[in-house]
């Protein structure tokens, strides 16, 4: 019997799984690495082109209303004016100047200390001193009786799964630094709701519903100007250093010839859909599409992210698997939305990911792009907390219009029955694989406590891979290495197999070892050809199972036919 344990840190474990078994690298390790590029080694590559070749064959192959395209990576920089990306695709960018840091200005947390209490006149001092307070700020305190809360400071943390608590210990260790007499005010929603919870609310005004009308903590853009100076830096803890938030544009420059003049500037592009509007009018005239009907693409997008992390989630090159799906624009958009959120979403338990790590997140109105009538995105629970994995958008006519619009070609669909021209509306599911194949890493990883043969409790890391992305299928194991009677029947049925599937001839070490290895990079299934094999009628093998880890006797035609049904 098998217990899951629970690694430490379950982000490192599988970063360093990531890089032993040639999953993952950094990019141009040799020469330190390049934030936000990374190489995929001999399994990575493997596990890559099984995501990509799943979502093509079950989106393309598999339905009679989507076609594909490939389209140039550089494209006419019109595109991006037409598109809005020009002048919009920004993030806010800050800067320290004493530390050199940037962030990204929405993933900037700070707060305002607040203090129940008087604060005496030698604290306010310290504090103006410190240049942790206004002016204006010292006035209020120095009036103040203490029997409201006051702003003594600010705090600040990054974005992170625990931003609440870091900006809660912040806000006390403040207090402590400062020799501030009095009691804290929470600076967290969750920090409040656990205050409330307990019934320790014996601030003015702190009851129930109420105590939540007061400012909880708020991202840099959200910081007035006369807030901007006395917010710590991150980095520093210290204010006076950040600067005002100012838009960055995250697509990557070039240019195209030999001249470097801004007529000849060019970008990578940050998104492979203005590919799918641009070639509409191609994919209308010369394939026999008709609406509803997709257009979906896999490949490289290219974005200067001001802060890459958590790994592969969030890099500067990285591929994604688009799908416009065109519909008439009196068609039921709403319900067509619906659709591809569903199809999604039992896309990603297909293959293999739990519907407990799965949930939705409807983007806000007033936070939605100004094209786009509603966008909900599929989270996952990652090891760093829960993030966007797969964003579905009902993006209107927008873009071809813009494209009409910029290019003068009409962008339109002939409406055989109103014998209308129409520019369609659009659906798109918009995905990262680097994004899934994290979220398919973090979800199989186990490490396990498991008995040997002989009884002993040993540790076992496993990939719960499932069978349709495992970068290795089957792996052949002869029993023993030097009995030729073995190996030659094992060669034999590896390259059988090899003509199919990605399968994996092992002959070296202990049974037992070799299983482990295969445990850990995700192979479901092992065959060992041992003396049954040959001695006993029905030439089967001993096939292993990764999960349960039971072991059976099977012929060729069934293990065939088992792969046939479980790797599609
Ligand atoms: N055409 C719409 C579009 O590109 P997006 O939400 O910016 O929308 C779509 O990107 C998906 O691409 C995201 O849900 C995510 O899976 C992936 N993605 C975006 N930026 C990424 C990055 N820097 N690194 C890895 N994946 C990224």
Redesign the pocket.
Known sequence: MSTPAESANPMEALVSLAKRRGFIYPSSEIYGGLN?FFDYGPLGVELKRNIRDCWWRDLVHRRDDIVGVETSIIMHPKVWEASGHVAGFTDPLVDCKVSKQRYRADQLFWAPVRVLGKISDSVILNLLTAKRISESQAQILRASDGSQPEIVGYISALESEKTDDDLQAGGEGYKRKFAIQGKLFPLSRTALQKMVDQGQDSFPGLTGKNAFTVDMPKDFTEARPDEIPLIPSPATGEPGSLTEPRAFNMMFETHVGPMRDSASVAYLR?????GMFVDFKNVVDTSRVKLPFGIAQIGK?F?N?IT?RNF?????????M?MEYFIHPDADWLKCHEEWLAWCRDWLKSIGLPESHLSLHEHPKEKLAFYSRR?V?IMFKYPFGVQ????I?A?SDYDLQQHQKFSGAPQVWFDEGTKQKVVPHVI?P???????LLAVLAAGYAEEDVKDEKGNVEKRTVLRLSPRLAPVKVAVLPLLKNKEILTSRAKALHAKLKRRYAVFYDDGGAIGRRYRRQDEIGTPWCVTIDFDTIEKPGDTFTLRERDSMTQKRITEAELFALLEEQVY
């Open positions: 936000g940050p998104e492979t859909a203005q997008s974005r992210e890459p592969i989630f969030r890099s500067r090159e990285f591929e994604q688009e966008t995105d966007e994995l797969w964003g958008a993006r798109e918009a995905v990262g694989v680097d994004r899934i």
